[in-house]
């Protein structure tokens, strides 16, 4: 089993900035993408960014020019660096990875969820 533990949530003005880190720890194997997610109050699940094992990155159209996604393949770590939030951006947000075990195929494993919540 893998564990997912994010943190950096909390509350910030519309126009800040906050940083969410998310770290994998257990059977870790080979993990391919790793990224994001967010739900916000009513809505469904919306991907947000990804971060490919080789550093490519790719964002929803929400988060282009805003948010940053980056990883550090040593530690099994994901960053999402969010900048100019927006109320709308409020939501519960998920970090997933995408591991390749030794037999089998890929499978997904998500964190808890950390709350950010802009305020206008």
């Known amino acids: 089993q893998v564990q997912l533990v994010e943190s950096g949530g909390g509350l910030v003005q519309a126009g800040g900035s906050l940083r969410l880190s998310c770290a994998a720890s257990?059977?870790?194997?080979?993990?391919?993408?790793m990224g994001w997610y967010r739900q916000a109050p009513g809505k469904q699940r919306e991907w947000v960014a990804l971060?490919?094992?080789?550093?490519?990155?790719n964002y929803a159209d929400s988060a282009k020019g805003r948010f940053t996604v980056s990883r550090d393949n040593a530690k099994n770590t994901v960053n999402l660096q969010m900048n100019s939030l927006k109320p709308e951006d409020t939501a519960v947000y998920y970090c997933?990875?995408?591991?390749?075990?030794?037999?089998?195929?890929?499978?997904?494993?998500w964190g808890q969820g950390t709350q950010v919540t802009v305020s206008s």
């Open positions: 997933y990875l995408d591991q390749i075990p030794p037999i089998g195929g890929s499978r997904r494993y």
């Open positions: 257990g059977s870790i194997f080979r993990i391919d993408n």
């Open positions: 971060i490919t094992s080789g550093g490519s990155t």
